[in-house]
């Protein structure tokens, strides 16, 4: 079967798969995986669309994960074309995920397409996983389906996450961990009242200002050989009635971790409680766990995957753990070799989302040589 990397990426694009809504991606995806020799499982939960296929049932398990939704458009009249409509303008593909992550899915499509037709009786198995939720909550994509893999005993040696990782040129950077992240809803008490009479009230947005100075000020970790330090940002705050005369009862503040493997969950909330008591400050914190660190060392899915790109490409490509969250924070819980890599990301989640062709181009070449690498000795 020959698959197309461009047209399978454009009739994704054309489905309007605003997350949770997979828009019949997956079923097309399922489509061209069946003729190949994969069994096709579907896992949906909560209204998610989720898709487990495989192919073989020996050792090592190499899969390719990824998500078929994409985040909403923004105002239509600032798109030079409509989102869902993939046109090509001056050897550049236009359309919301283009770049996060259609063609990255495409891609591995057409690699695996290639690679079984070229070697049949290759080692091991290959396998896709595949979700409507990752842009999203991301309570009951690739989460539920590590769940009941790991409940079978069934786990990747070996996983790729299509996320868009590269910076200038496809091929330049991949992510080998990301740092975990830890959420806080903060409410601080205070007495409502009349700001001319502020001895009859207690702003709660005065009795938390010093905490957040100590809080903004503080060095949680110094990082280390594969993180950047741990940083502490305010995200949201409000307070008060909207009248300019009134002292408010309560502030709301949501914050946000993004922590290293030097910190600890734990070692985070302690010090924000210890800080808070000891500025005196009345509260009530709720805090949300969203995904934990994990890192992926030099071995045989980073040099292999490290290699592909260097014999198509000729690029030296950099590991690096920076950026935001994805599902390989969940996959990392049934499989040691985790690493996200595919096209470069300048424009993902923005209007006009886009991918150039020469970016695309080597995409599937890359994906395909990973698995020679891997499954043929």
Same mark, same amino acid.
């Given at each position: 079967?020959?698959?197309?990397?461009?047209?399978?990426?454009?009739?994704?694009? &054309?489905?309007?798969?605003?997350?949770?809504?997979?828009?019949?991606?997956?079923?097309?995806?399922?489509?061209?995986?069946?003729?190949?020799?994969?069994?096709?499982?579907?896992?949906?939960?909560?209204?998610?669309?989720?898709?487990?296929?495989? =192919?073989?049932?020996? &050792?090592?398990?190499?899969?390719?994960?990824?998500?078929?939704?994409?985040?909403?458009?923004?105002?239509?009249?600032?798109?030079?074309?409509?989102?869902?409509?993939?046109?090509?303008?001056?050897?550049?593909?236009?359309?919301?995920?283009?770049?996060?992550?259609?063609?990255?899915?495409?891609?591995?499509?057409? &690699?695996?397409?290639?690679?079984?037709? $070229? !070697?049949?009786? !290759?080692?091991?198995?290959?396998?896709?996983?595949?979700?409507?939720?990752?842009?999203?909550?991301?309570?009951?994509?690739?989460?539920?389906?590590?769940?009941?893999?790991?409940?079978?005993?069934?786990?990747?040696?070996?996983?790729?996450?299509?996320?868009?990782?590269?910076? $200038?040129?496809?091929?330049?950077?991949?992510?080998?961990?990301?740092?975990?992240?830890?959420?806080? =809803?903060?409410?601080?008490?205070?007495?409502?009242?009349?700001?001319?009479?502020?001895?009859?009230?207690?702003?709660?947005? !005065?009795?938390?200002?010093?905490?957040?100075?100590?809080?903004?000020?503080?060095?949680?970790?110094?990082?280390?050989?594969?993180?950047?330090?741990?940083?502490?940002?305010?995200?949201?705050?409000?307070?008060?009635?909207?009248?300019?005369?009134?002292?408010?009862?309560?502030? !709301?503040?949501?914050?946000?971790?993004?922590?290293?493997?030097?910190?600890?969950?734990?070692?985070?909330?302690? %010090?924000?409680?210890?800080?808070?008591?000891?500025?005196?400050?009345?509260?009530?914190?709720?805090?949300?766990?969203?995904? %934990?660190?994990?890192?992926?060392?030099?071995?045989?899915?980073?040099?292999?995957?490290?290699?592909?790109? $260097?014999?198509?490409?000729?690029?030296?490509?950099?590991?690096?753990?920076?950026?935001?969250?994805?599902?390989?924070?969940?996959?990392?819980?049934?499989?040691?070799?985790?690493?996200?890599?595919?096209?470069?990301?300048?424009?993902?989640?923005?209007?006009?989302?886009?991918?150039?062709?020469?970016?695309?181009?080597?995409?599937?070449?890359?994906?395909?040589?990973?698995? $020679?690498?891997?499954?043929?000795?």
């Amino acid at each position: 079967m020959d698959i197309d990397t461009l047209e399978l990426a454009r009739a994704l694009v &054309a489905r309007p798969s605003v997350t949770p809504d997979d828009s019949g991606c997956l079923d097309l995806i399922a489509e061209h995986l069946k003729p190949l020799g994969f069994s096709i499982e579907r896992m949906d939960s909560g209204g998610v669309s989720n898709l487990w296929a495989r =192919r073989g049932t020996a &050792a090592p398990l190499l899969c390719f994960a990824g998500h078929t939704d994409v985040v909403p458009t923004g105002p239509l009249d600032q798109w030079k074309s409509p989102p869902f409509d993939p046109v090509i303008r001056d050897g550049v593909l236009y359309g919301r995920g283009t770049s996060d992550m259609k063609s990255s899915i495409a891609a591995f499509v057409c &690699a695996v397409a290639r690679f079984v037709e $070229k !070697h049949a009786d !290759h080692q091991g198995s290959i396998a896709f996983m595949l979700t409507s939720d990752e842009e999203g909550p991301a309570t009951d994509g690739t989460v539920k389906m590590v769940q009941a893999l790991a409940e079978r005993g069934e786990a990747p040696d070996y996983c790729i996450v299509g996320e868009p990782t590269s910076n $200038k040129r496809t091929g330049d950077m991949i992510k080998n961990g990301r740092r975990g992240s830890l959420s806080g =809803r903060l409410v601080v008490k205070g007495v409502q009242g009349h700001v001319a009479y502020p001895h009859l009230a207690r702003n709660p947005v !005065h009795e938390v200002a010093a905490a957040i100075t100590e809080l903004a000020k503080a060095e949680w970790d110094r990082g280390n050989e594969h993180f950047p330090p741990t940083t502490w940002q305010i995200s949201n705050m409000n307070a008060g009635t909207g009248a300019n005369n009134v002292i408010p009862g309560e502030a !709301h503040i949501k914050f946000n971790f993004r922590f290293s493997t030097a910190s600890t969950v734990e070692s985070l909330q302690t %010090r924000v409680h210890g800080i808070l008591d000891r500025q005196g400050v009345e509260y009530d914190l709720d805090w949300s766990y969203d995904g %934990r660190p994990y890192i992926t060392g030099r071995g045989d899915l980073v040099d292999a995957v490290a290699r592909a790109i $260097k014999k198509v490409t000729g690029i030296e490509t950099e590991l690096s753990t920076t950026g935001g969250t994805s599902d390989g924070r969940f996959i990392a819980d049934i499989c040691d070799q985790v690493v996200e890599f595919g096209p470069t990301n300048a424009t993902i989640h923005k209007i006009n989302e886009c991918i150039a062709l020469e970016d695309l181009e080597p995409l599937p070449k890359i994906y395909e040589q990973i698995l $020679k690498e891997l499954l043929v000795k």
